[in-house]
């Protein structure tokens, strides 16, 4: 009796082009899966440090320059962020 095929890589490459091959996906950053938590946690304070300035300002900026548009002074406008809401907005 002969022996019964053992492989063969007939209609694969068909198969596999049927829905398309595609590349593999790629993220915006790596994920913190697996990593040792403490590193992860002060990665996380860090970002928010960070970014925390960066939106603070943007604050400012926007209603400094909508309180000037609609008032036409500046007075107003710097009045609304005195230090007291500097603190609220917890600047670092």
Known sequence: MAKSK?????NQNSKAHRNGIK???TNRSRSMKGVDPKFRKNALY?????VRP???FLILR???SSAEST???QSR???MFTPSFLLFLRVP
């Open 6 to 10: 053992n492989h063969t890589n007939h």
């Open 23 to 25: 590349r593999p996906k």
């Open 46 to 50: 860090a970002l928010v440090g960070s």
């Open 54 to 56: 960066l939106l603070v």
């Open 62 to 64: 926007s209603h400094l």
């Open 71 to 73: 008032c036409g002074t």
């Open 77 to 79: 406008s710097v009045m």
